[in-house]
């Protein structure tokens, strides 16, 4: 295990004896929010892969993917529904293709990013005994962004928090899945405390994992408009790096920490553009985290 934190290369070098990747499948499913106006950053061409055509089969989508994303790398993957709202297909169809998937050797278990009021019993009950009869991990991926619902209606998310506490109660009474919370740092009108509460009041459910991603402005969304017009700060390279220092030390040891911050297409992205790699952005931040004597955690830890 990595002695800074939980990450997610660590626990499933641990856990599977291995490093282990994410495979994207889309299913070709539209975002329900989209009839609402859609979150205001979101555009999924800007993290979606170049291999990735929604229109191919599946299993046609994994095989490209082994072949131009793992490229030898990975000996095994996650097959990651990451791609607009995964469970807002049909029942029938989400288990057949996760059925198809868990068949595979090479796939140790599912990833559903989804919105927390898109979980619904009629899929967990059955995709449950999927899960358990597999004997393979299943991990919901819910994008919360923030507990505050004044940051939730400036994203036109239209869920609220009680909605995503109600979904992952839901989830976690199977036994058999873990959950997960996506959480985006630097939403308009939000303070340093505020996202320090948003960590804090998730991670109090008892969640698996945490995705953090620092707010990018993407072109062609309604945010770019309102960063244009002056309307957005954004974190720079450094400022950024700092507040994580602050928020790694309230995740408790369990947590594993999927991501810590946002990566899309340079030719999409408006703001902040970091010019960085993504291993430098670690080696900066565990080179910080050495020199002050901190790990993930430890804040919960001095306080008992």
């Known amino acids: 295990m990595n002695q800074l934190m939980r990450t997610f290369s660590s626990v499933c070098r641990a856990r599977y004896g291995q490093a282990v990747g994410k495979v994207p499948v889309d299913i070709g499913r539209i975002c329900p929010n989209r009839s609402k106006g859609g979150c205001i950053f979101c555009r999924p061409a800007s993290f979606t892969p170049l291999y990735l055509e929604s229109t191919d089969a599946v299993i046609i989508q994994v095989e490209k993917a082994k072949e131009a994303m793992l490229r030898g790398r990975f000996k095994k993957y996650f097959a990651y529904f990451q791609q607009e709202t ?76 009680a909605d995503f506490a109600k979904a992952v109660t839901r989830i976690q009474q199977y036994g058999c899945f873990e959950v997960g919370a996506h959480l985006i740092f630097g ?97 900066k931040l565990s080179e910080m985290m050495n020199q002050q004597g901190l790990w993930q955690g430890k804040a919960l830890a001095e306080s008992l």
Not at 91 to 113: T, W
Not at 125 to 142: M, N, Q, R, T, Y
Not at 254 to 274: E, G, I, Q, Y
């Open 187 to 283: 939403i308009p009108g939000e303070r340093r405390s505020d996202m320090l509460e948003s960590v804090r009041t998730v991670c109090a459910l008892g969640i698996d994992a945490l995705k953090l991603h620092h707010l990018q402005v993407i072109q062609e969304t309604p945010l770019e408009k309102l960063y244009l017009a002056g309307g957005v700060e954004l974190f720079s390279l450094d400022s950024y790096l700092s507040f994580l220092l602050e928020v790694i030390v309230i995740i408790p040891e369990t947590v594993t920490l999927h991501r810590l911050w946002a990566t899309s297409h340079p030719d999409l992205l408006v703001a902040p553009k970091w010019n960085v790699l993504a291993s430098e952005l670690s080696k």
């Open 86 to 161: 995964c469970t807002a297909a049909p029942v029938d169809e989400l288990l057949r293709l996760a059925s198809l998937l868990l068949h595979d050797d090479s796939c140790v278990g599912l990833i559903l990013s989804t919105r927390p009021d898109a979980v619904a019993a009629e899929l967990l009950a059955p995709l449950s005994e999927l899960i358990k009869a597999s004997g393979k991990d299943c991990l919901f991926e819910l994008g919360v962004q923030t507990v505050h619902e004044q940051g939730l209606q400036l994203l036109n998310r239209n869920h609220s928090y």
